[in-house]
């Protein structure tokens, strides 16, 4: 049975990765294509800007023209070297004004997103019919070849147009043509929240699936570790009520045999010492059934028959009585309350509070100590022993039906594992509860309480 719960949870555990990994992998997809949606949207956007306002793209287009052809001339007249005619990108006049004008426009069609953009030089090629052609650079889009924007990056920026044009040189340089390439990147500040608002719903459904299948998943893994549980309990219990049973059995039927020879038939005193044995042996049998009736009834099907009662004399009557049938064992009293007045059950209580001294007994106590106190109109009765004591671990499970301490893996203290289940029970139908406190070789304290 272990070994199978444990394979299954092992199973249970390799599905729960793979499902989360594809539930990672939906999500990832649908991130990828909302950035790839909303990209687009921008692009269209952009476009249809510079499509709608000639006025910003006849600027662009001028003010660029203007600025190549200056390059060009100073490289092909002013003997300019490559890297200088590249340096002085960033630093023409006319970027500031048209980078405005741009900020302008995006600002209005796009008042809910702040927009930054850069419109970068990747190529630029003078060329002539009777020369090869010269490139002055030609390289990925990096941001030092800026001619318009405010973006200081490209990290997080995207590209919305590339811009390819062949132009005439300058009057003075009649005979060059100039081919450039510069493209358009935008950034939006925040996208990443914009993406997330988008994806919202989707990451709602995909954590509360995955959260859906551990909880179903622990739920399953606890339902079977309880049924093994049971079912050792009930392995437990039949083991040990027939050990019980055998020893009453055992002498019944050597107790009959015995009766059945005729020199024990004729000895009076020899015949009456062995039906005593069987009387008592009956009793015993009796007494284990009507333990186990007794123990399976519920709160709610114990039948109380509650009476006013002075709490301080009814405890003083159960100490007299367990006093003279353990004569060994000190009970000390330690009544913090007088003349207490409560509703309860003598019959049932009686039998709940002598469970608890009689398992103090079992587990080697030999002094008890029972004391009541008065705190917050709950009236409580501590009962405290000096015994081996019970490890924390298992305080939870001291109430269970047919749980009995084990000392390492035996049980040396014979018993149905019934007692304390029984307590509870009757503590609870008189809407009371019981409490532990213990640790092993320190002996436990159960307190009961109830409602003045």
Same mark, same amino acid.
């Given at each position: 049975?272990?070994?199978?719960?444990?394979?299954?949870?092992?199973?249970?555990?390799?599905?729960?990765?793979?499902?989360?990994?594809?539930?990672?992998?939906?999500?990832?997809?649908?991130?990828?294509?909302?950035?790839?949606?909303?990209?687009?949207?921008?692009?269209?956007?952009?476009?249809?800007?510079?499509?709608?306002?000639?006025?910003?793209?006849?600027?662009?287009?001028?003010?660029?023209?203007?600025?190549?052809?200056?390059?060009?001339?100073?490289?092909?007249?002013?003997?300019?070297?490559?890297?200088?005619?590249?340096?002085?990108?960033?630093?023409?006049?006319?970027?500031?004004?048209?980078?405005?004008?741009?900020?302008?426009?995006?600002?209005?069609?796009?008042?809910?997103?702040?927009?930054?953009?850069?419109?970068?030089?990747?190529?630029?090629?003078?060329?002539?019919?009777?020369?090869?052609?010269?490139?002055?650079?030609?390289?990925?889009?990096?941001?030092?070849?800026?001619?318009?924007?405010?973006?200081?990056?490209?990290?997080?920026?995207?590209?919305?147009?590339?811009?390819?044009?062949?132009?005439?040189?300058?009057?003075?340089?009649?005979?060059?043509?100039?081919?450039?390439?510069?493209?358009?990147?935008?950034?939006?500040?925040?996208?990443?929240?914009?993406?997330?608002?988008?994806?919202?719903?989707?990451?709602?459904?995909?954590?509360?699936?995955?959260?859906?299948?551990?909880?179903?998943?622990?739920?399953?893994?606890?339902?079977?570790?309880?049924?093994?549980?049971?079912?050792?309990?009930? +392995?437990?219990? $039949?083991?040990?009520? !027939?050990? %019980?049973?055998?020893?009453? #059995?055992?002498?019944?039927?050597?107790? =009959?045999? @015995?009766?059945?020879?005729?020199?024990?038939?004729?000895?009076?005193?020899?015949?009456?010492?062995?039906?005593?044995?069987?009387?008592?042996?009956?009793?015993?049998?009796?007494?284990?059934?009507?333990?186990?009736?007794?123990?399976?009834?519920?709160?709610?099907?114990?039948?109380?028959?509650?009476?006013?009662?002075?709490?301080?004399?009814?405890?003083?009557?159960?100490?007299?009585?367990?006093?003279?049938?353990?004569?060994?064992? +000190?009970?000390? $009293?330690?009544?913090? !309350?007088? %003349?207490?007045?409560?509703? #309860?059950?003598?019959?049932?209580?009686? =039998?709940? @509070?002598?469970?608890?001294?009689?398992?103090?007994?079992?587990?080697?106590?030999?002094?008890?100590?029972?004391?009541?106190?008065?705190?917050?109109?709950?009236?409580?009765?501590?009962?405290?022993?000096?015994?081996?004591?019970?490890?924390?671990?298992?305080?939870?499970?001291?109430?269970?039906?047919?749980?009995?301490?084990?000392?390492?893996?035996?049980?040396?203290?014979?018993?149905?594992?019934?007692?304390?289940?029984?307590?509870?029970?009757?503590?609870?139908?008189?809407?009371?509860?019981?409490?532990?406190?213990?640790?092993?070789?320190?002996?436990?304290?159960?307190? @009961?309480?109830?409602?003045?």
């Amino acid at each position: 049975m272990k070994q199978r719960i444990n394979l299954l949870i092992v199973f249970s555990i390799v599905a729960l990765i793979t499902l989360s990994v594809v539930q990672c992998y939906l999500v990832k997809t649908t991130y990828d294509y909302k950035v790839a949606q909303f990209h687009t949207e921008i692009k269209d956007k952009i476009a249809l800007i510079t499509n709608d306002y000639s006025d910003i793209d006849s600027a662009y287009v001028n003010k660029k023209e203007l600025l190549y052809k200056k390059l060009a001339q100073n490289y092909i007249l002013n003997k300019k070297p490559k890297f200088e005619i590249e340096s002085t990108l960033p630093d023409h006049e006319s970027g500031s004004e048209l980078t405005r004008k741009l900020q302008l426009k995006f600002k209005r069609e796009f008042p809910d997103i702040s927009i930054n953009f850069a419109i970068v030089l990747n190529k630029f090629v003078i060329y002539n019919s009777h020369k090869k052609a010269d490139t002055i650079f030609s390289e990925r889009p990096i941001i030092k070849n800026k001619i318009y924007g405010d973006l200081s990056t490209l990290n997080s920026a995207f590209l919305v147009r590339n811009y390819v044009s062949t132009t005439s040189g300058s009057s003075i340089l009649q005979d060059y043509k100039l081919l450039t390439e510069d493209s358009m990147y935008v950034s939006v500040i925040d996208w990443e929240m914009i993406i997330f608002e988008r994806m919202k719903m989707v990451l709602l459904l995909s954590l509360l699936s995955i959260l859906t299948l551990i909880t179903l998943f622990v739920i399953a893994i606890k339902a079977l570790i309880k049924q093994k549980k049971v079912s050792d309990v009930k +392995t437990d219990f $039949i083991n040990n009520i !027939t050990h %019980e049973l055998k020893t009453p #059995l055992t002498t019944l039927g050597i107790s =009959t045999k @015995i009766l059945e020879r005729k020199d024990i038939r004729e000895n009076e005193q020899q015949f009456n010492s062995i039906l005593n044995t069987i009387s008592r042996q009956n009793n015993r049998l009796q007494s284990l059934i009507d333990q186990v009736v007794a123990n399976s009834l519920g709160e709610n099907e114990i039948e109380l028959q509650k009476e006013k009662i002075d709490a301080e004399s009814f405890l003083n009557a159960i100490v007299a009585d367990f006093r003279i049938t353990y004569p060994k064992v +000190t009970i000390e $009293i330690q009544f913090n !309350t007088r %003349e207490t007045s409560l509703i #309860l059950d003598k019959f049932y209580l009686t =039998t709940a @509070i002598l469970n608890v001294l009689e398992n103090a007994v079992k587990y080697g106590s030999n002094t008890i100590t029972i004391k009541t106190e008065l705190i917050k109109n709950q009236f409580n009765i501590s009962i405290k022993d000096n015994g081996i004591g019970i490890s924390k671990s298992k305080h939870s499970l001291l109430f269970d039906k047919f749980y009995r301490v084990e000392q390492g893996n035996l049980h040396n203290v014979k018993g149905l594992g019934l007692g304390l289940y029984y307590v509870n029970q009757i503590i609870k139908a008189h809407q009371g509860s019981i409490a532990v406190m213990s640790d092993l070789g320190r002996g436990s304290v159960f307190t @009961i309480m109830f409602k003045v």
